[in-house]
């Protein structure tokens, strides 16, 4: 979302009584590469570019490709084949070993409201999910449908003009439930489709106020993330404090859930040092929708807090109650606030993720999980 945010930022600084602008995206990665399937580039045709479309290799080729695509008004799909360096034709030898196919497509702003970055901006202001169907393939004498966005998962869109409706529906439904973008094929491979998922940043409430907060909220900004700082102590939310924090909330620790937001693209974090306090929220965020709870402090003390509510009689959810990141962070050798900071946002990174944060000379086979087109 971060890479989303500075692509809107560039697009409403552009003058389209003198520019043009193209978008290219990642639709398909066949091997290894450096980006993934939707990877995203906006491209100016005076030179001026963000977001990247791979670590550097592609980027100048592209641009080349952009402003034909805004010569013509059409879009089109650029194969970049990486599997030999030395015979690599754009005189790079990019190391990647793979093949990346780039949709390349020009944008008018007449129709801006029916465009992606429409969407994107709807989802970075609202933090909602969307996905987003698009015909990057067909042959000339196709007329169903080019574009199609989603804003719910339970939206039904209704009657679909395409030749194998009902596949494409089943996929759309699985990248509603997979998170994961795809690049389909049908009618006998002469069409294309790319199914993309948009998902807002992080929302990251850290409650507490103390000297460690700094950090996390810093380095949560560098994601890109949402952080939301908030304590019950007017003395500990002084928003100098925090400069990086997009909110900083004086909150009763009795009402959190009445007065702040809760998705499954949530992570709460509570570093508050103090006993009680975090009793009380962590009451509170057993019972709602948060995607990801953490914890400061050795385990021995979310074990007290276990055996508390068990002797006053008070029950949670068992399997809410494993979900607990308590103590909270990966094992980095973390002992400073920075470190600290380090090993709580590694966890959430992999927390949403459904990765394990293990390093990746222990895994086996590729880096990134392989994406069947069929």
Not at 210 to 232: F, I, N, R, S
Request: some cysteine; charged content about 25%; glycine content about 8%.
């Amino acid at each position: 979302m971060k890479e989303i945010r500075k692509i809107i930022e560039l697009y409403q600084q552009i003058d389209f009584s003198q520019r043009k602008v193209a978008l290219a995206t990642v639709v398909r990665v066949e091997g290894s590469s450096y980006r993934r399937p939707g990877a995203k580039m906006l491209i100016t045709d005076d030179g001026r570019w963000v977001g990247a479309i791979s670590g550097g290799c592609l980027e100048g080729d592209a641009l080349r490709k952009a402003r034909q695509v805004m010569l013509d008004g059409k879009p089109m799909i650029v194969t970049y084949d990486t599997m030999n360096d030395d015979a690599n034709s754009l005189g790079v030898g990019l190391g990647c070993n793979g093949i990346i196919d780039v949709f390349i497509e020009p944008i008018d702003p007449d129709y801006f409201q029916e465009h992606s970055l429409y969407f994107w901006k709807q989802c970075a202001t609202n933090r909602s999910a969307f996905i987003e169907i698009k015909i990057v393939k067909a042959p000339e004498s196709y007329t169903g449908i080019r574009h199609l966005i989603l804003t719910d998962s339970d939206a039904d869109p209704g009657f679909i003009n395409f030749p194998e409706e009902e596949q494409l529906r089943q996929a759309m439904n699985q990248t509603w439930q997979s998170g994961k973008s795809q690049l389909l094929t049908y009618v006998s491979d002469t069409i294309e489709v790319f199914i993309e998922s948009i998902q807002p940043e992080i929302q990251l409430i850290i409650f507490g106020g103390g000297y460690d907060v700094p950090p996390l909220v810093e380095m949560a900004k560098v994601l890109g993330w949402h952080v939301t700082v908030t304590e019950d102590c007017i003395a500990h939310v002084a928003p100098k404090r925090f400069p990086g924090a997009d909110a900083v909330l004086l909150v009763d620790r009795n009402n959190i859930l009445s007065e702040l937001s809760f998705t499954e693209r949530t992570a709460a974090v509570l570093m508050s040092h103090g006993y009680k306090y975090d009793k009380a929220i962590l009451e509170q965020l057993l019972v709602s929708n948060v995607g990801y709870i953490g914890m400061l402090g050795p385990r021995k003390r979310y074990e007290k807090m276990l055996g508390e509510w068990e002797e006053s009689d008070k029950t949670f959810d068992d399997n809410r109650l494993t979900e607990v990141h308590s103590p909270i962070g990966l094992e980095i050798g973390a002992e400073t606030p920075d470190e600290i900071a380090l090993a709580i946002v590694s966890e959430i990174q992999a927390h949403f993720h459904n990765k394990l944060g293990t390093p990746l000379r222990f895994k086996q086979g590729p880096i990134h999980e392989r994406i069947l087109n069929g």
